[in-house]
């Protein structure tokens, strides 16, 4: 199994700023992902995080919305950049690797962002 | 879209009824997992099926999946006050490593006391 500890659990920004949101996990892993989820609806992902490479994001998110980090095999940034209030939503980091195929994901507990 | 799909979108139940839920898709998958999720926190991942499996249990939970259908059902089986959440299904499909999930809509279960 696999602890994954993000921070912030939430917070409330202005529009126009950027939040940085961190996730660690208590063992090394291959991969990490990002996922949004906006208020009342399903999870939906965002990007996959590699070490050592860039970030593959899905269709509809962009990098310069979303950069993203993962520095080692056990951590990894997702900010969500010049926010305005349609970005408001849970986002959760998960993690799966090698060691996990055909096996449960994990997730963070979630970040709740508010843009006002 | 790949998104799945689940029925109902919201349940209301007595405690001790049983209640099942619904998740279809349109691709093939390698898996499908059933997760819970309590108002809007992380998620709780409850029990995965792999494509080659038609039924599994765990607990009072019972997970069936026909992949001629492309429909899986979840059973929770005399339920309790605490089961009240949402229940999301997901799945991973073609060379996708199962943490890169498909969700479906999600089922809002409420269960009373």
């Known amino acids: 199994s696999a602890v994954i500890s993000q921070k912030p659990s939430r917070d409330i920004c202005q529009r126009g700023t950027s939040l940085t949101i961190q996730c660690q996990v208590d063992?090394?892993?291959?991969?990490m992902f990002w996922y949004r989820q906006q208020p009342g609806q399903s999870l939906t992902l965002i990007a996959t995080?590699?070490?050592?490479?860039?970030?593959?994001?899905e269709s509809g998110f962009v990098i310069d919305k979303f950069p993203i980090s993962r520095p080692n095999l056990t951590f990894s940034t997702l900010t969500v950049s010049n926010m305005s209030p349609e970005d408001s939503s849970i986002y959760l980091c998960?993690?799966?690797?090698?060691?996990?195929?055909?096996?449960?994901?994990?997730f963070g507990q979630g970040t709740r962002l508010t843009v006002v | 879209s790949q998104q799945g799909e689940e029925d109902p979108q919201a349940l209301s139940i007595q405690e001790g009824e049983n209640a099942t839920m619904n998740c279809s898709y349109k691709?093939?998958?390698?898996?499908l997992q059933w997760y819970r999720q309590n108002s809007g926190r992380g998620l709780v991942h409850l029990i995965l099926?792999?494509?080659?499996?038609r039924e599994k249990h765990s607990g009072r939970l019972r997970v069936t999946l026909d992949t001629s259908k492309k429909s899986s059902s979840l059973l929770i089986t005399a339920s309790r006050a605490a089961d009240t959440a949402s229940y999301f299904c997901?799945?991973?499909?073609?060379?996708?490593?199962?943490?890169?999930?498909?969700f479906g809509q999600g089922t809002t279960l409420q269960v009373k006391p």
């Open positions: 998960s993690v799966a690797g090698q060691a996990f195929m055909n096996t449960e994901a994990f």
């Open positions: 063992s090394q892993v291959t991969m």
């Open positions: 995080a590699n070490q050592g490479s860039e970030a593959t994001y």
């Open positions: 691709t093939s998958i390698n898996n």
């Open positions: 099926i792999r494509s080659n499996e």
């Open positions: 997901a799945f991973s499909h073609g060379s996708s490593n199962t943490g890169k999930l498909i």
